[in-house]
Structures are given as C-alpha cells and as structure tokens.
C-alpha cells in the first residue's frame, strides 16, 4: 500500500518539475488562447456592426 502512495508522490513531483522547467509552453498556450477569444471577440462586434448597416440599408431602401 505504502509503494503506491510513494508512487503517486513521485509522479506528481515528476509532473510539477516539467511544469516547472517548460512553463513558457504552457504560457505560450495561455497567451494563444487569450488572443483567440479576442480575435472571436473582435469578429463578432464587426458581425453586429455588419447586421446593423444591413438593417439601415434595408430602411432606406424602402424609404425610397
């Protein structure tokens, strides 16, 4: 019982030390996605803003 506690302590210090060594990947990771959900961010306020210059286009031509 005693060797499987000692080796789940020893995978788990296994993973934090790569995390440790390589944590500019996960940065890296992190600063991709934070520019994703912006870039969808930005395409969706262009998207509404399109909608609404075709709802004007669309009164004005019926105006005339």
């Known amino acids: ?12 210090e296994q993973i934090l030390i790569y995390v440790e060594t ?4 996960f940065g890296f990771l992190a ?3 934070i520019f994703y959900l ?4 930005v395409h969706a306020r262009f998207d509404a803003l ?3 210059v075709d709802e004007i286009r669309k009164r004005l031509a019926i105006e005339y």
């Not at 390589?22 to 990947?25: F, S």
């Open 38 to 41: 912006h870039d969808r961010a």
């Open 50 to 52: 399109d909608r609404r």
């Open 22 to 25: 390589h944590h500019w990947i």
């Open 1 to 12: 019982m005693w060797d499987i506690v000692v080796s789940i302590g020893h995978a788990i």
């Open 31 to 33: 600063g991709g996605y």
